[in-house]
C-alpha cells in the first residue's frame, strides 16, 4: 500500500532554515504529483507546493515563494522541501502528500485532489 513517511521537522529561530524529506513507498513517484501541506493550530490545511511528475511543473503558494524550494529524487522515491528564511507563521505541522492523479495538479490546493497523507512533521519557527 501507498505510504508517505516525512522526516526533517523540528525547531529554528525566525530567519533560519529546514529541510523536510518524505519518503514514498508502494508507488512509483515518477509519475506522480507530490507534495507538502501544512496546518497550523485552529486553521485549515493548505497547500505549500506540489510537483508535477509528468514536466517538472513546480506550484508554491504565495506566502513561500521565493523562500521554499520543493524537489525530487526519483531514484529514492523521495521529494524534499527546502524551507528558508523561515517566519513564525510558518509554525505548522507539514504533511507530505500525494495527488490521487496527476491531473488534479491545477487542483493542488485543494484538500480534495489527496489521495494519499503522510503522518506529518512539526515544524515551529520562533521568533
Known amino acids: 500500500q501507498v505510504q508517505l513517511v516525512e522526516s526533517g521537522g523540528g525547531l529554528v529561530q525566525s530567519g533560519g532554515s529546514l529541510r523536510l524529506s518524505c519518503v514514498g513507498s508502494?508507488?512509483?513517484?515518477?509519475?506522480?504529483?507530490v507534495g507538502w501541506f501544512r496546518q497550523a493550530p485552529g486553521k485549515e490545511r493548505e497547500g505549500v507546493s506540489v510537483?508535477?511528475?509528468?514536466?517538472?511543473?513546480?506550484y508554491y503558494h504565495d506566502s513561500v515563494k521565493g523562500r521554499f524550494t520543493i524537489s525530487r529524487d526519483n531514484a529514492k522515491n523521495t521529494v524534499y522541501l527546502q524551507m528558508n528564511d523561515l517566519k513564525p507563521e510558518d509554525s505548522a505541522t507539514y504533511f507530505c502528500?500525494?495527488?490521487?492523479?496527476?491531473?488534479?495538479?491545477?487542483?493542488?490546493?485543494?484538500?480534495?485532489?489527496?489521495?494519499?497523507w503522510g503522518q506529518g512533521t512539526q515544524v515551529t519557527v520562533s521568533a
Open positions: 502528500v500525494r495527488l490521487r492523479h496527476p491531473s488534479l495538479v491545477g487542483q493542488w490546493t485543494s484538500t480534495n485532489a489527496v489521495g494519499y
Open positions: 510537483s508535477d511528475g509528468r514536466d517538472g511543473a513546480r
Open positions: 508502494g508507488f512509483t513517484m515518477r509519475y506522480s504529483a
